[in-house]
């Protein structure tokens, strides 16, 4: 649980960073707007997986990509106060601005990596898990 909460903030701060900086250090927009929404995925993984400790990672998996999904197309949706929401920085980094079949691609891609990265066995943390 700890290495979860752990990569979990990691993976925050990483998506943090890469939307503040990476055009800064030259980063393609391609790299900076899917690499945000690729941690932005795997962040939702770890946030189901501390939530529901005892599930499958399959189970967590399908239920990230289900939130992801409901997220992306919630963009769909339009009213004055929700779009303004959308124009603060909050709101943008919680709930995007605009409709993708893409992100939701780098969602998936994201979750299979919090997959990935949840099955790695950590020499002495594995065990706190």
Known sequence: MIVRVLLCLSII?????LRRFGFDVGFPAFVVKY???LLWGTMVFFL???AAAGWSRR?????ALAIAICVELFR???TPW????RLTTAGALLLGRI???WN?????AGILLGVVLDRLELPGLAKSQ
Do not use: E, N, Q
Not at 59 to 63: D, N, P, R
Not at 82 to 85: H, M, R
């Open 48 to 50: 189901v997986a501390i």
């Open 59 to 63: 189970t967590v998996a399908l239920i």
């Open 76 to 78: 769909l949706v339009h």
């Open 82 to 85: 929700l779009d303004a929401f």
């Open 104 to 108: 939701i691609v780098a969602y998936a």
């Open 99 to 101: 409709f993708s079949a």
């Open 13 to 17: 701060i990483a998506g943090l960073t």
């Open 35 to 37: 690499g945000g929404s």
